[in-house]
């Protein structure tokens, strides 16, 4: 099964064949989801006990599973948080792939822990980390949330000599901040204190200093870390990092910075301002798979100290001892996790082949559309903001819609391959969000979805 010979040359040439026409679509077909019944007829049985050959394989794929997923990179993509990667972020992928490189350890992966360092350092500079600062690639927010939750509490067990020990700690976010971080305290069996968000879904200093307060003694001692959001995920904005920082430095905790979404902004210099107070985080997350044009699945979770991480999640096993006999960089010791893919290359590939000048370019072209739509949606007689577009995300009202009027327009643009666009909530109330990270999204995108809501 694993000779290589004739047949493997022919699925071989198919496969990049395949790749390299995807990566030419432009745009690439919308599609759009099949029942499971649906798509069990259509498919057929696929998993066999002689198999059903690579070149069949693929063709069921291409022909009828691939276009029952809805296509992230489309311009029109416009839900959640879409993913643009870059034609060599993607061709990369395929050779990481290729490459089955164990990139958990310094021993066997060297070279591709060293390429994606490069990129983690870029990140890191952008933040105004320390020199020292380093970290992980790991497979999204939620596990970098919870990794660099588990470093913090690590530390305030640590610097309590053994008072903590058995305390069941808490964290301090936003009533805005993601969802991640709450399962994160739920696995790890803490409790969160959740500050109110003001109208705009921000966190701000006077709010976080008024909870602070209001706990008593012992809740106070419980908490572990402060976590701000750069970028929320349903409205886009940021949290007072600056009010953020001097709460957790008044506590003596951890500050832990959710970027997963809007600190790739960082590489704007139109909006780099408002992120001040993000260098005195002792941990941040940058998602590259959604606004810094990588495929899935990468979040990079950078660390002020990481030695303390180290310490936190460094595995112990008779034979991992090898690993722990130098001061090599291993990534597994950074995070909640030993085996892992070098899921980094791609987004070093793309930085290496095309500069961090391009990088920046393209974020202030996202920035400059959604800028865009936002005057649109305040011009249009049919529509209204709902809050004030801080980075990509502009959340807006169509006026005189009832929450079915939305799921319909929003089923009819999808099943047409106009665009994908769905419904949201803000603050009980039923309205329309597009995330616009994609440098391939026009305005005239923006002005013909404004035009379908009339």
Not at 5 to 27: C, G, H, K, M, N
Not at 119 to 135: K, M, S, Y
Request: with cysteine; charged share 20%; glycine share 8%.
């Amino acid at each position: 099964m694993h000779r290589y010979d004739a047949s493997t040359e022919i699925l071989t040439e198919a496969v990049l064949r395949y790749a390299v026409e995807r990566v030419r679509l432009d745009p690439p077909p919308l599609d759009g989801p099949r029942s499971a019944a649906d798509l069990s007829t259509a498919v057929g049985e696929t998993i066999t006990a002689g198999g059903i050959g690579g070149l069949e394989a693929l063709r069921r794929f291409g022909e009828v599973l691939a276009p029952a997923c809805i296509s992230v990179d489309h311009p029109r993509f416009l839900s959640f948080v879409p993913a643009a990667p870059t034609e060599a972020a993607i061709l990369f992928d395929l050779v990481v792939g290729a490459s089955s490189v164990y990139a958990g350890s310094w021993m066997e992966g060297a070279g591709a822990v060293f390429a994606e360092n490069e990129a983690l350092r870029w990140l890191a500079g952008l933040a105004a980390f320390p020199a020292g600062a380093g970290g992980v690639f790991v497979s999204g927010g939620t596990a970098g949330n919870l990794s660099a939750l588990i470093a913090a509490r690590w530390r305030w067990r640590h610097d309590a000599g053994g008072v903590h020990d058995r305390t069941r700690g808490a964290v301090i976010t936003s009533t805005g901040s993601h969802s991640s971080v709450a399962q994160a305290a739920q696995a790890m069996d803490a409790d969160v204190f959740a500050v109110p968000a003001d109208d705009d879904g921000r966190m701000s200093a006077d709010v976080m200093h008024a909870a602070v307060g209001a706990l008593d003694d012992a809740d106070r001692a419980r908490v572990f870390a402060v976590v701000a959001t750069s970028g929320t995920t349903n409205a886009g904005v940021i949290d007072d990092l600056q009010g953020a920082a001097d709460v957790s430095a008044d506590l003596g905790v951890w500050f832990h910075v959710d970027g997963a979404y809007g600190a790739a902004a960082l590489a704007a210099p139109s909006v780099r301002d408002r992120f001040v107070g993000v260098e005195r985080a002792d941990s941040l997350i940058i998602d590259p798979h959604k606004w810094l044009f990588a495929p899935f699945d990468c979040c990079a979770l950078l660390y002020r100290d990481p030695q303390v991480a180290k310490v936190a999640h460094t595995q112990r096993a008779e034979y991992l001892d090898v690993l722990h006999d130098d001061d090599d960089w291993n990534p597994s010791d950074f995070a909640h996790h030993l085996s892992r893919r070098a899921r980094g290359l791609p987004l070093w590939f793309s930085l290496a082949t095309h500069g961090t000048d391009a990088y920046r370019d393209a974020i202030e072209t996202t920035l400059a559309v959604a800028h865009a739509a936002g005057e649109l949606v305040r011009a249009s007689e049919h529509c209204e903001l709902v809050v004030e577009p801080e980075l990509s995300i502009v959340m807006f009202r169509r006026l005189g819609w009832h929450t079915e009027r939305y799921y319909e327009w929003s089923d009819a643009q999808l099943g047409a391959g106009e665009a994908f666009i769905v419904p949201t909530s803000w603050r009980g109330e039923t309205v329309l969000r597009i995330c616009i990270v994609n440098p391939l999204t026009t305005v005239d995108d923006v002005a013909a979805i404004v035009d379908s809501l009339r």
